[in-house]
């Protein structure tokens, strides 16, 4: 019975979640003006805006103007509920869930802002680390998922420096023999970037929920993931190249939380 209120209270989130994802990148305020159409603007009533019923009672379409209503709105509604439950039935009824399942939908959140608008609010990413840190079940326990978000920050943060400064030097080897005489003072040098900042917070907020040996797990388990995605966009024109990240390191991170005791297993085998 509970988690039938935890799955509807879920399903409320992710309705304010749709709100979130759509007015976050445009900067606007996510509590005023109330729902709206995003085509006629007419102003939505209480039951327009019940979770995925009202989406289908109003058969996928605006009850004022009929405009199409994207399934991604109920599909994030049920993915919201989905995780919430999944979380409070694997941590079991406490606060500490709560925050838990909180950041896994602002990363659901900042994945599709990331797929959809190829950008990550550093508001919404900062929110995920703090609520990370908030889901610690105890105060020692908070200083160590510091110090493993920390670590993993510092190692990234140091990586991606080390990486853009090799794949800059090559860039500017590559241009120098490109350049004629007239516009060889002209040009700056090509800045190349190889891990996005936004990445690396993500990547600290995984450690902080899974600790350093199941954090390299997710990161590796988020390049699997990745890779059939990359090979398909690998021959396509350089501006469709840029693949958010994002998505497959929530997920990763998702599948590393539900099965952490099969992998820790695992992990500690192989080294045994
Ligand atoms: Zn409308």
Redo the contacts with the bound molecule.
């Keep these: 019975m509970i988690f039938i209120l935890i799955f509807i209270f879920g399903l409320l989130l992710g309705s304010f979640l749709n709100v979130v994802i759509i007015r976050i990148p445009k900067e606007q305020s996510i509590a005023f003006p109330p729902s709206h ?6 102003t939505l009533k209480w039951y327009h805006n019940i979770p995925v019923f009202s989406w289908l009672f109003l058969r996928g379409k ?6 199409k209503i994207s399934m991604i709105y109920p599909i994030i509604e049920i993915l919201s509920a989905a995780l919430f439950t999944i979380v409070f039935y694997t941590s079991g009824l406490s606060l500490s869930s709560f925050f838990l399942a909180s950041m896994f939908l602002i990363l659901l959140a900042l994945s599709v802002i990331d797929f959809k608008y190829k950008m990550v609010p550093d508001s919404l990413n900062l929110l995920a680390l703090v609520l990370a840190l908030a889901a610690s079940q105890s105060f020692s326990l908070l200083i160590t998922n510091f110090k493993n978000a920390l670590i993993f920050a510092g190692g990234f943060t140091l990586l991606r420096f080390a990486l853009s400064y090799l794949l800059t030097s090559s860039a500017k080897i590559k241009a120098k023999k490109r350049w004629t005489t007239w516009n060889k003072n002209y040009h700056t040098y090509p800045y190349v970037e190889a891990l996005g900042e936004a990445d690396i917070i993500v990547v600290s907020t995984i450690a902080a929920v899974l600790g350093v040996g199941l954090t390299l797990f997710a990161i590796f388990l988020s390049a699997v993931l990745a890779l059939p995605v990359m090979l398909f966009f690998i021959n396509k024109p350089v501006q469709d190249n840029k693949i958010p990240f994002i998505p497959f390191l929530a997920t990763a991170l998702l599948i590393t939380y539900l099965f952490h005791l099969p992998i820790y297993h695992y992990l500690v085998g192989l080294y045994a």
């Design positions: 159409c995003t085509s006629c603007n007419a605006c009850a004022f103007c009929k405009s």
